[in-house]
């Protein structure tokens, strides 16, 4: 799904036509702070210097070729069985090293990590290096907006799915990927976060009432369900079909979210 978002960042005017452009833009969207790793932005725990995805890129894209090479595909398979019904064009926002997005056809990414945009870059994915909090795209840009395994490392979740709600077209759907607090994979990332692992020290593993307040709160209505990886941790020998509802069982779940349009 290769297209061409509207950013109004990247066209920053000139000062002496600052307002002129204010005006026809609507929003002044260039002012969000950036580059992000020349500041301290307020509430960013997650920086560029601290972020362990950037500090371990390599690792991280690693992970998909050796341990995680049967889960991958599971969760691919779970989310290319709801490809069908999205509105284009795409956006993963958290795209990481682009595994997901060279996967599913995804164009465009967005990260605060620049080590993983550059691996993204090079699978062919169009990056940006920003936080999904920030106001970058221009209203409305995009038909569908994927967030797989990132809203739990995010700083603000309400904030980032107030601005995929923006980002998005009237019939546009959000697309989350996420472990849930229900599940037993859940139970080994939050004992992996308690012993400090240097990944999941950093991430907060949502549960699924607080993931569909969450979308409420942020204008969406929930549509769909899919389920996936209900082998247990450690014991995963093939890559499962994906069932069409949610259950607790499951070690990754996909949920398609529609913006709630009066
Ligand atoms: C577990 S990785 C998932 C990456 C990719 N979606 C995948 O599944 O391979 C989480 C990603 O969230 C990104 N991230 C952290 N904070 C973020 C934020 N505020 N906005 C957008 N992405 C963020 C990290 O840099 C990292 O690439």
């Known amino acids: 799904m290769i297209s061409s978002p509207n950013i109004l960042t990247n066209s920053r005017p000139r000062d002496n036509n600052l307002k002129r452009y204010a005006k026809r833009a609507g929003k002044a969207l260039w ?22 995805f950037n500090e371990l890129a390599a ?40 595994r997901f997005a060279q996967a599913l056809g995804i164009g465009t990414g967005l990260d605060p990590s620049g080590k993983l945009l550059e691996i993204a870059k090079k699978r062919g994915i169009k990056t940006y290096q920003r936080r ?14 994927f967030l797989i395994v990132t809203l ?4 603000s979740p309400l904030d980032v799915l107030r601005e995929i709600n923006r980002i998005l077209q009237r019939k546009g ?28 020290k950093h991430a907060t593993i949502h549960s699924y009432q607080e993931i569909v307040d969450d979308l409420r709160r942020a204008g969406f209505a929930t549509e769909k369900f899919v389920s996936t990886l209900f082998q247990k941790p450690g014991e ?12 607790s069982d499951a070690g990754f779940v996909v949920i398609i979210a529609r913006k709630d349009v009066c």
């Open 31 to 52: 002012n969000t702070p950036s580059p992000y790793e020349k500041q301290k932005l307020p509430g960013v725990g997650l920086n560029m210097k601290s972020s362990p």
């Open 59 to 98: 690792a991280y894209d690693s992970w998909f070729d050796e341990e995680g090479k049967l889960i991958f595909a599971t969760e691919v398979s779970a989310l290319q069985s709801v490809l069908a019904s999205l509105p284009e064009p795409w956006l993963e926002i958290g795209v990481g090293s682009g």
């Open 132 to 145: 999904g909090e920030e106001r970058f795209f221009e209203e409305e840009a995009f038909g569908a907006v």
């Open 152 to 155: 739990c490392f995010v700083d």
């Open 173 to 200: 759907k959000l697309v989350l990927g996420l472990v849930l607090r229900e599940s037993p994979w859940a139970q080994l990332y939050l004992t992996k976060k308690e012993q400090g692992d240097r990944f999941y």
């Open 236 to 247: 995963v020998k093939e890559i499962e079909t994906p069932r069409e509802y949610y259950s």
